[in-house]
T-cell receptor
Framework: GDSVTQMEGPVTLSEEAFLTINCTYTATGYPSLFWYVQYPGEGLQLLLK?????DKGSNKGFEATYRKETTSFHLEKGSVQVSDSAVYFC????????FGKGTHLIIQP | DGGITQSPKYLFRKEGQNVTLSCEQNLNHDAMYWYRQDPGQGLRLIYYSQIVNDFQKGDIAEGYSVSREKKESFPLTVTSAQKNPTAFYLC?????????????????FGPGTRLTVL
């Protein structure tokens, strides 16, 4: 079946550091790929998405590129802020929406 | 404003009682979903509905029930048969159902309800 694997957290960085959160997937066909963000005590918000190979999703300084050859959709940001502290979920949509387990990101001032 | 609302934000239940969580959307979406979130386990699908008066079980439907009498509403009942009901429950909706293509498959989430069984 479909699956999503994310790097384990928590990931702790200093403000203005470069961020990468790894995400790889297994799926049949050509899934859409998503990153969602969850702030403490809240629901999930869509951060960005990509629907086909080589597409790049971007939003709020975050980027992720759909790499079919490596089945990856790594999330990156050039300079993180304290307000980016949250849990980030990678997900794919094929026959249904499959989530990774989430990566807790902590940004220290 | 368009969006998804869930109520209440916090809910406490005594063991052996049924409890119903509300989910309403005014996005005119056909499909709605219920997920359960536990620490370190990501989200797991409980039930989903792709159209009014129709719904299907997800991965962990045992101990839960739903109804979809109106397009805007998809309430979830946590029954006394659910052995570990304490969790964070998230409702979502999308333009089309699970077989929807790009552009219709994005799910939008409500703020969640935290259920605690005392």
């Amino acid at each position: 079946g479909d699956s999503v694997t994310q790097m384990e957290g928590p990931v702790t960085l200093s403000e203005e550091a470069f961020l990468t959160i790894n995400c790889t997937y297994t799926a049949t066909g050509y899934p859409s790929l998503f990153w969602y963000v969850q702030y403490p005590g809240e629901g999930l918000q869509l951060l960005l998405k990509a629907t086909k190979a080589d597409d790049k999703g971007s939003n709020k300084g975050f980027e992720a590129t759909y790499r079919k050859e490596t089945t990856s959709f790594h999330l990156e940001k050039g300079s993180v802020q304290v307000s980016d502290s949250a849990v980030y979920f990678c997900a794919l949509h094929a026959d249904g929406l499959t989530f990774g387990k989430g990566t807790h990101l902590i940004i220290q001032p | 404003d368009g969006g998804i609302t869930q109520s209440p934000k916090y809910l406490f239940r005594k063991e052996g009682q049924n409890v119903t969580l509300s989910c309403e959307q005014n996005l005119n979406h056909d499909a709605m979903y219920w997920y359960r979130q536990d620490p370190g386990q990501g989200l797991r699908l409980i039930y989903y509905s792709q159209i009014v008066n129709d719904f299907q079980k997800g991965d962990i439907a045992e101990g839960y029930s739903v109804s979809r009498e109106k397009k805007e509403s998809f309430p979830l009942t946590v029954t006394s048969a659910q052995k570990n009901p304490t969790a964070f429950y998230l409702c979502a909706s999308s333009i089309a159902g699970l077989a929807g293509g790009p552009g219709t498959d994005t799910q939008y989430f409500g703020p969640g309800t935290r259920l605690t069984v005392l």
